[in-house]
């Protein structure tokens, strides 16, 4: 069973900024949580993971809550090709882990003109 | 870099027949992974391959197998075909590099069955 909680369906205007939650309430401490998108009929997209720190990269940025069962995708500045399945997932990031990702429903972000 | 290639890219077939799909991985990436996705079960695991080695499996019957090669390609197989076994199935390769492994995935091969 998928490990994340995520709303079905968001809807935001673009050039606004899209904040996707996720709940992960049971994570443990060596697990990551990561995000990808998936374009409709598309391979998944990798856009960011993160451990314990908020990171940042030229995609979006992702926030965990300090005691690690949330988290919340940002996309600054939502445009209509952000249009996608937004999937957060937990996975173990120990070499002796599990190698595979269980992937909820994800959230199916829509952007508005 | 050139992405995860996949072929075909679409494939029809007939029930009972058998069906083989390729991945070749980004260049340097030793772990292949294979996912089925399917709109009433979204996107499910199917099996990972590192080194040729299954590392990991999925919760699926006997009939779908893998197989990776020495230069980190890796094939899968379907046999005696049925009509839920139409689906996107996606190939994902990653590097090993840090603790993260994050998947990059392919454009995935359409399979009808008929």
């Known amino acids: 069973d998928a490990k994340t909680t995520q709303p079905t369906s968001m809807d935001c205007a673009e050039g606004r900024a899209a904040n996707l939650p996720c709940n992960h309430s049971t994570i443990s401490g060596n697990e990551y949580v990561y995000w990808y998108r998936q374009i409709h009929s598309q391979g998944p997209q990798y856009i960011i993971h993160g451990l314990k720190n908020n990171e940042t990269n030229e995609m979006a940025s992702l926030i965990i809550t300090e005691d690690r069962k949330s988290s919340t995708l940002i996309l600054p500045h939502a445009t209509l090709r952000d249009t996608a399945v937004y999937y957060c997932i937990v996975r173990d990031g120990s070499p002796s882990g599990t190698y595979k990702y269980i992937f909820g429903t994800g959230t199916r972000l829509k952007v508005l003109a | 870099k050139a992405g995860v290639t996949q072929t075909p890219r679409y494939l029809i077939k007939t029930r009972g027949q058998q069906v083989t799909l390729s991945c070749s991985p980004i260049s340097g990436h030793r772990s292949v992974s294979w996912y089925q996705q399917t709109p009433g079960q979204g996107l499910q695991f199917l099996f990972e391959?590192?080194?040729?080695?299954?590392?990991n499996k999925g919760n699926f019957p006997g009939r779908f197998s893998g197989r990776q090669f020495s230069n980190s390609r890796s094939e899968m197989n379907v046999s005696t075909l049925e009509l839920g076994d139409s689906a996107l199935y996606l190939c994902?390769?990653?590097?090993?590099?840090?603790?993260?492994?994050?998947?990059?995935f392919g454009p995935g091969t359409r399979l009808t069955v008929t």
């Open positions: 391959y590192f080194s040729e080695t299954q590392r």
């Open positions: 994902a390769s990653s590097s090993l590099g840090g603790n993260s492994y994050e998947q990059y």
